[in-house]
């Protein structure tokens, strides 16, 4: 890698919870006790199992009390559950939470849309990116509270993206993890892929025929430390991220994603193979992933393998959460001596080529690797280190909102080379002819020009929000060959038509039978798969949902990742396609995004390049988050954290040198009547004008991408046209920048220079 | 027989959004997978629930799947027998 952390991630905390119950001991105990005839898995009783009968499960007991509102959907309940646990000893807030969800408050939807219900307000924890909002405010984090939706890596992806934050000197103290529980949606849709083993999952045996679903939350609260002080519980040493650009759910054949992701991760954590003790598998126990996995992990390892296991015949496949569990199962093995068995093995498979552990057994271990794969391709493997006999060592923590005096790497300036945006009104120039006239481009625009310069069989199986994406990455890049191999995609809401077509297929069917296609395009990472696979980029690939601000979240991610590349890549490899889309859809959009109003949608996406710094002059403007919080809840304390997010930005007068024009991304569901609004602009005190794009783009999650792709455009041409300019004619921007502030339930800035 | 197999042809054309193939145009013979209309394994599920639902028709294991499927032919096969073992109307 191209930097060397000298800030390292302390794991100072830990919350799991399971299946197996709460706490680390009660999986320790699980990893110890649990046989192919006993374990954590229960036939279904969370809900109607359908005409099937109950399959094996894994399933948060149900005389554990957990905590939060009864009215809060169960992930939200499950995330908090561990938050508090991680956090128990924990003197001071974390600076920032990120956790790995994919369907969010899709439990508590399922029961409402099943009921018919049709307030808004009784969705308002749909949103992926709702647990972890409501996991910060709830331990008094100020955020950023981000999420990450990449399928079953989310959790490890997640991880890796806090390791990022710790070693960038962003935080101090980051809570990450994930959290799902169980639901239909995902229930039913891996039945109907034919991935569940009616028997409960047999992970790497002969006859495995699939995984047993599960749920649960587990979270790490890491430290930044340059060195271990006592009662750490173990260090967080690095992680690697990679994309198949395969298929939208098999793993590449030969497992060369997960090679990629291995690879990665032990170079990051600066570890030769043989530094590796023991490897806890993916492993879900469907036929292609375990064979994959098998070849990556023996090329990898090659003639010296270390001992390895699955442990999703323990805790089942707990989905997005999957990586922070095993994370914690790497941690009981760190801490505890302890290497788990394979459980649910009766005879390996002799074609995978490993020889997992059959019982659990004990051994000092110093680092172990923990690896999850996703649909969509996406790919994390995180490597675990022990911290031993620390007593008597320096502490080098930080103080109380502290901030690490100087980045510890060199940061990367991020040019814009390309942009393209869809909005109502059209592809880029169309939005851009009607934006600069000050005109509205809000609305829905026909399928058939979202698509139009797509090859019919690329759209084929895909529904609203992945053509929007693919329209966007075929407008930045024409020549797939010729475009950035790594993908940062922010969706507030996910495909909404897939995620809608499935349930009410399989709603209306008493047998309970929809569309595997469906199931398979509603994960919130999809799009960014799809866009991969027609890139072929093999790159890391994320998918952020953080609700309005799931654009910016990305932005942030793809900050944290610049520089995250093999030294002897090619200048292309390091380059990144940041983007944001939501799609409208009739019936959901309505009752999941509280802010209402006329159809839209759209979406924008950023050609960037990493450059050494940002001297002004160069090709094309640069691009850089400068603000990520979390608003006030209370509306009387809204004007405080607009004040404190001016201050954050050097304050008024120094807005007014930077920027030549704001625009402020206010979706309607914060207006508060126009408070908000007057709240800003009293606390910026900003001489120039200042658009509201939402009245021109639309009210949809992903408007602020678009504001991205017309703000790097502003800045381009120097000045802001005549339209608008509020009756003030163009105005010149004198060498100033443009700052895209978003004042949803994050409050952010993007600051788009010369 | 011949009537089954060009409604199949109908059905996997929408079921599996195959807008550019003209129903008429696809071989009885030829292979439905890989090579020859593009079809992998997300489609052979598509088509499994399909079958399920319209024909009563259930495929439960990959390898009797991938047998059944490997042409319209074999498919309309297999339905115009299983339908008849089961009694019902074909």
Not at chain 1, 47 to 69: N, T
Not at chain 1, 159 to 165: I, S
Not at chain 1, 504 to 524: K, N, T, Y
């Amino acid at each position: 890698m191209s930097r060397g952390p000298s800030i390292r991630a302390f794991i100072t905390g830990l919350g799991v919870v399971t299946p197996a119950g709460v706490g680390l001991d009660a999986q320790v105990r699980a990893l110890l006790e649990s046989s192919v005839e006993h374990r954590p898995l229960e036939p279904l009783w969370l809900f109607e199992p359908g005409v099937g009968g109950p399959r094996p499960a894994g399933q948060v007991p149900r005389e554990l009390p957990l905590p939060g509102p009864a009215d809060w959907p169960r992930t939200h309940r499950l995330a908090l559950a561990a938050a508090e646990q991680a956090m128990a000893g924990a003197e001071l807030p974390p600076d920032a939470v990120v956790l790995g969800v994919t369907t969010g408050g899709m439990p508590l939807s399922e029961e409402l849309l099943l009921a018919g219900v049709k307030d808004p307000q009784r969705y308002r924890l749909h949103g992926s990116g709702t647990v972890a909002e409501r996991v910060a405010r709830a331990v008094g984090c100020r955020g950023p509270a981000l999420t990450v939706s990449t399928a079953c890596s989310s959790a490890g992806v997640a991880l890796k993206v806090a390791l990022e934050l710790i070693r960038a000197g962003r935080c101090q103290r980051v809570l990450a993890g994930g959290a799902d529980a169980l639901c239909r949606l995902t229930y039913f849709g891996f039945s109907l892929l034919k991935l569940v083993d009616p028997r409960g999952t047999r992970p790497l045996d002969r006859e495995r025929a699939g995984m047993s679903v599960s749920e649960g939350a587990a979270m790490l609260l890491l430290h930044a430390a340059e060195t271990p002080h006592p009662g750490v519980i173990a260090e967080l040493l690095g992680g690697g991220l990679s994309c198949d650009a395969h298929h939208p759910t098999a793993p590449h054949p030969e497992g060369l994603g997960a090679f990629l992701a291995m690879q990665a991760a032990l170079s990051d954590a600066g570890l030769g193979p043989r530094r590796i003790d023991y490897v806890n598998l993916h492993g879900t126990g469907t036929r292609d992933n375990d064979a994959a996995e098998a070849l990556a992990v023996r090329d990898l390892f090659d003639d010296r393998l270390p001992p390895v296991s699955s442990t999703k015949g323990v805790f089942g496949h707990p989905l997005a959460a999957a990586g922070a569990v095993e994370a914690v199962v790497c941690l009981a093995a760190l801490t505890r001596d302890l290497l788990p068995a394979n459980v649910g093995l009766t005879e390996p498979d002799p074609e995978l080529g490993l020889t997992p552990l059959r019982e659990p057994r004990r051994a000092e271990l110093h680092a172990v690797m923990s690896n999850s794969f996703g649909f969509g391709g996406n790919n994390a493997a995180l490597v675990l280190g022990a911290v031993r006999n620390t007593a008597g060592q320096a502490v080098h923590l930080s103080g109380p909102g502290g901030r690490l005096k100087a980045p510890p790497g060199p940061t990367a300036c991020l040019r814009v080379v390309g942009s393209a945006c869809l909005t109502g009104a059209g592809h880029t120039r169309e939005t851009w002819e009607r934006f600069a006239g000050g005109q509205r481009c809000a609305g829905l625009l026909p399928d058939a020009d979202v698509v139009r310069e797509l090859p019919p069989r690329v759209c084929r199986r895909q529904k609203r929000l992945p053509r929007l994406v693919l329209a966007l990455g075929q407008a930045l890049c024409p020549d797939a060959e010729a475009g950035p191999r790594r993908i940062f995609f922010g969706t507030g809401f996910g495909p909404l038509s897939e995620t809608h077509d499935f349930l009410h297929e399989l709603f209306s069917d008493p047998q309970r039978l929809a569309s595997p296609i469906d199931f398979v395009g509603s994960v919130h990472n999809a799009p960014a798969g799809q866009l991969a696979m027609r890139l072929g980029a093999r790159g890391a690939n994320l998918t952020a949902s953080v609700g309005d601000s799931s654009f910016e979240a990305a932005l942030l991610m793809a900050e944290l990742l610049a520089l995250d590349v093999e030294e002897r890549e090619t200048p292309r490899a390091r380059e990144l396609l940041v983007l944001g889309a939501d799609e409208h859809h009739p019936v959901l959009s309505p009752l999941f995004d509280p802010c209402g109003g006329e159809p839209a949608d759209g979406g924008g996406a950023l050609w960037l390049r990493p450059e050494a710094d940002c001297a002004p002059g160069q090709a094309g403007p640069s691009v850089r988050l400068r603000a990520c919080r979390l608003a006030p809840e209370r509306p009387e304390d809204v004007a405080a954290g607009l004040a404190a997010l001016v201050a954050e930005l050097g304050g008024p007068a120094a807005l007014g040198e930077r920027y030549g024009a704001l625009l402020v991304d206010l979706p309607a569901g914060h207006r508060q009547g126009g408070e908000r609004w007057r709240a800003f602009v009293q606390a910026a005190a900003f001489p120039g004008p200042v658009v509201d794009v939402r009245p021109l783009l639309g009210e949809f999650a992903s408007a602020s991408a678009v504001a991205a792709v017309l703000a790097a455009r502003l800045v381009a041409g120097g000045e802001l046209p005549a339209g608008l300019g509020a009756g003030r004619g163009p105005v010149a921007l004198g060498g100033r920048g443009v700052l895209l502030v978003g004042l949803g339930a994050h409050l952010t800035a993007v600051d788009f220079s010369p | 027989m011949d009537e089954l197999r060009a409604e199949l042809k109908r059905r996997i054309v929408e079921t599996l959004d195959l807008r550019d193939v003209d129903p008429d145009s696809i071989p009885d013979d030829a292979p439905l997978f890989g090579e020859g209309l593009g079809l992998d394994s997300i489609d052979v599920l598509e088509l499994v629930v399909m079958l399920e639902k319209d024909y009563g028709i259930r495929i439960d294991n990959k390898e009797l799947g991938r047998r059944v499927m490997t042409s319209v032919a074999s498919l309309a096969d297999y339905i115009a027998e299983n339908r008849r073992s089961s009694g019902a109307p074909g």
